[in-house]
């Protein structure tokens, strides 16, 4: 099975900060990795599909990058609205395991 | 719009079974694979089953195989989920999802549609 890490856990940063969250899989899974946000209470929404493709109405501060085993999630200008969790999620093989989660809150 | 609309959590005692069920409206709800994706209280995110969209292909994470059947009628656009002999473990919010084909190859998809997730407690 494909295991999937996240760095960090969680992080605190102020509202116009960059904030780069990692993930790792555990074998290659080419660029088959999703984002998703998830705040208190909602269903999770896709962010970014296919490592570096912004879904609709995803604000442009969203990018992501990466091949392989190494992906990044990077909010180039924090917004208020940005505070949640981030959830990676491969889809190399049917099994779609997702990442532990990061949780970004206010400094 | 495009919506799905999940029910039939609740309360049930450990080794019991719970069917749940996720209406989709606003979209050919035949021609997209489906997804069941829970989460515990305070936890991460975890695939729990996939479907193809003629429901020839099932999926099923370690964690509920053998006990959760996935399965679908496109005739009423409805996905459903049988769970029997549950445990305190599966105690969480169960989401439906629907499953993008960005690709066009299969299962190199995304989750791009979520219900609001029903409740799931199995408590004695």
């Known amino acids: 099975d494909i295991q999937m890490t996240q760095s960090p856990s969680s992080l605190s940063a102020s509202v116009g900060d960059r904030v780069t969250i990692t993930c790792r899989a555990s074998?290659?899974?080419?660029?088959?990795l999703n984002w998703y946000q998830q705040k208190p209470g909602k269903a999770p929404r896709l962010l970014i599909y296919?490592?570096?493709s912004l879904q609709s109405e995803v604000p442009s501060r969203f990018s992501g990058s990466g091949s392989g085993t190494d992906f990044t999630l990077t909010i180039s200008s924090l917004q208020p609205e940005d505070f949640a969790t981030y959830y990676c999620?491969?889809?190399?093989?049917?099994?779609?395991?997702f990442g532990p989660g990061t949780k970004v809150d206010i400094k | 719009q495009v919506q799905l609309v999940e029910s039939g959590g609740g309360v049930v005692q450990p080794g019991r079974s719970l069917r749940l069920s996720c209406a989709a409206s606003?979209?050919?709800?035949?021609?997209?694979?489906m997804q069941w994706v829970r989460q515990a209280s305070g936890k991460g995110l975890e695939w729990v089953a996939l479907?193809?969209?003629?429901?020839?292909?099932?999926s099923y994470a370690d964690s509920v195989k053998g006990r959760f059947t996935i399965s679908r009628d496109s005739s009423k656009n409805t996905l459903y989920l049988q769970m029997n002999s549950l445990r305190v473990e599966d105690t969480a919010v169960y989401y439906c999802?629907?499953?993008?084909?960005?690709?066009?190859?299969?299962?190199?998809?995304?989750?791009?549609?979520w219900g609001q997730g029903t409740m799931v407690s199995v408590s004695s």
């Open positions: 999802a629907r499953d993008w084909g960005y690709s066009g190859s299969w299962p190199h998809d995304a989750f791009d549609i």
């Open positions: 479907i193809s969209d003629d429901g020839s292909i099932k």
């Open positions: 296919g490592t570096s």
């Open positions: 606003g979209f050919p709800f035949s021609t997209y694979a």
């Open positions: 999620q491969q889809s190399y093989n049917t099994l779609f395991t």
């Open positions: 074998q290659s899974i080419n660029t088959y």
